[in-house]
Nanobody
Framework: QVQLVESGGGLVEAGGSLSLSCEAA?????????MGWYRQAPGKQRDLVAR???????DYADFVKGRLAISRDGAEATVSLKIDRLKPEDTAVYYC?????????WGQGTQVTVSS
C-alpha cells in the first residue's frame, strides 16, 4: 500500500475557489501512475472528477469542465486540483487515486463543503 495524503478541503461559499493537493509517499509509484481525483457525495457513488496520466494527458468529468484544472509535479510527487466557481452540488468527499495496470491506491479523502 502506498500512502496518498490529501489536503486543502474545507468550507467555501458558492462561487468561490478551492485547491486540493495530494502527495504520494512513493515517487516511483507516482511517476508511473495515472493520478486522479474522485468525489463521493452522501448516498451517491464515487465519480471521477479529473485525472492526469504519467505523460501529462488530462481527462475531466463533464460536470466540472471549464471550472477545474488538474496538474502534477513529479519532483514533489504531488497532484493538485483547483476548482473555480464552486457550487453546492460540488459538496463531497474528494479522494486522490494512483492507478496503473498493477495497482490502484486511494487516499483517505478530504471533505469539501460548498455553502449556498
Amino acid at each position: 500500500q502506498v500512502q496518498l495524503v490529501e489536503s486543502g478541503g474545507g468550507l467555501v461559499e458558492a462561487g468561490g475557489s478551492l485547491s486540493l493537493s495530494c502527495e504520494a509517499a512513493s515517487g516511483r509509484i507516482f511517476s508511473l501512475s495515472t493520478m486522479g481525483w474522485y468525489r463521493q457525495a452522501p448516498g451517491k457513488q464515487r465519480d471521477l472528477v479529473a485525472r492526469v496520466t504519467s505523460d501529462g494527458r488530462t481527462d475531466y468529468a463533464d460536470f466540472v469542465k471549464g471550472r477545474l484544472a488538474i496538474s502534477r509535479d513529479g519532483a514533489e510527487a504531488t497532484v493538485s486540483l483547483k476548482i473555480d466557481r464552486l457550487k453546492p452540488e460540488d459538496t463531497a468527499v474528494y479522494y486522490c487515486n494512483a492507478k496503473s495496470s498493477s495497482w490502484d491506491y486511494w487516499g483517505q479523502g478530504t471533505q469539501v463543503t460548498v455553502s449556498s
